[in-house]
């Protein structure tokens, strides 16, 4: 478009790009002005794609550069007063940024100079100045300028309390608010959906999901990668259960052959014990101890936790053993 080429900042970094866009027809000049699209977007002469990509950080970082006051001329006056001296007032000062739905706005402080041009109705049009890296993401909104050269497609606020071209009612349908929210309702649930969108996106990295999954397609990824942990923590969990148990089993036959050198058991008893004492080792030590003593000239021990047998020197097999317990106990029948 003749007369709408870019203007080069020196920068060796970033190119600052002039794209254009209509003012609304009003008596007074706006307080807020549509500065940038959302999204993806190209002037009308086919410059770009340009992308805005994390509105907060851009925001932060061009009123970090600007001092909290970003310049609004007149035909980029300012650009070539650098370039060939001049001088280059001010129109007004954008000392505010928002990012809302549609994009980044500025709030304009109005100078006087600003007010009798607008009286005038002198311009059309606005065009924003902004910088871009090598992917075409932009990365500062540097000034903006008055122009009768529009180039971008942008909406308007004409006053604070009107929502970018559309009604409220239909924004707060849109965000699933009811009818006649105020406009502090509206905003709050664009600031949610804004946390969500990037939420959206945080656990989209994190799954390893594209960008552009669905949220429905998101839950179903979650549940499934929730299942498959479950799944896996659930055979952790049996398998240390089946390492207890085998740990208290051992415990277990270790405590009954210790008892059987002191307490005569039988192998029924001594099965029923074994069970009972990896369950309740107190109650089965209370049944052991009520048991009849093993007699001291009799050495025993116990195998397996279930049979009870005299050792090697004790005289014999187990047959034996029932003599030497009756000879022990004064049972035997004298001839």
């Known amino acids: 478009m003749a007369g709408c080429l870019p203007v080069w900042h020196h920068d060796a970094m970033n190119a600052l790009l002039h794209f254009h866009t209509m003012l609304p027809d009003s008596e007074t000049p706006p307080e807020w002005i549509h500065l940038l699209p959302a999204g993806v977007f190209r002037g009308a002469d086919g410059r770009g794609p340009y992308r805005l990509e994390n509105p907060d950080a851009l925001i932060r970082h061009s009123m970090e ?13 300012t650009d070539h007063a650098a370039k060939h001296g001049g001088s280059a007032p001010a129109m007004a000062w954008i000392v505010e940024l928002q990012s809302r739905a549609d994009g980044i706005w500025g709030r304009a402080d109005w100078t006087k100079a600003g007010d009798d041009v607008w009286e005038k109705k002198s311009y059309r049009g606005l065009s924003p100045a902004f910088a871009t890296n090598t992917d075409g993401v932009v990365t500062r909104i540097a000034r903006a300028s008055l122009t ?12 604070q309390s009107e929502n970018a071209g559309m009604n409220p009612d239909d924004i707060a349908r849109l965000l699933g608010l009811p009818q006649g929210s105020t406009e502090s309702d509206i905003r709050a649930a664009l600031g949610r959906a804004g946390s969500a969108l990037t939420l959206h996106s945080q656990v989209t990295e994190l799954t390893g999901l594209p960008a552009s999954t669905s949220t429905d397609a998101l839950v ?15 055979q ?35 099965k029923e014990l074994l069970t009972l004492h990896s369950q309740n080792p107190d109650t089965a030590e209370m049944i052991v101890n009520g048991l009849v003593d093993v ?15 005299p050792t090697a020197g004790s005289g014999g097999v187990a047959s034996d053993l029932s003599s030497a317990m009756d000879d022990a106990l004064g049972l035997t029948e004298k001839k």
């Not at 550069?65 to 006056?77: A, M, Q, S, T, V």
């Not at 000239?297 to 047998?309: C, D, E, L, P, Y």
């Open 65 to 77: 550069i600007e001092h909290g006051k970003i310049l609004l001329d007149e035909n980029h006056i």
């Open 295 to 309: 007699p001291k000239n009799v050495t025993m021990h116990s195998r397996g936790a279930s049979k009870i047998q």
């Open 148 to 159: 009768n050269l529009p180039n971008l497609t942008l909406t308007h606020l004409h006053t």
């Open 220 to 234: 179903t990824g979650l549940r499934a990668k929730q299942e498959t942990v479950s799944t896996h923590a659930q």
């Open 236 to 270: 952790q969990i049996d398998g240390l259960k089946k390492q207890l148990g085998e740990v208290r089993e051992r415990a277990s036959q270790a405590w009954l052959e210790t008892a059987g050198k002191r307490k005569v058991i039988s192998e029924d008893l001594g």
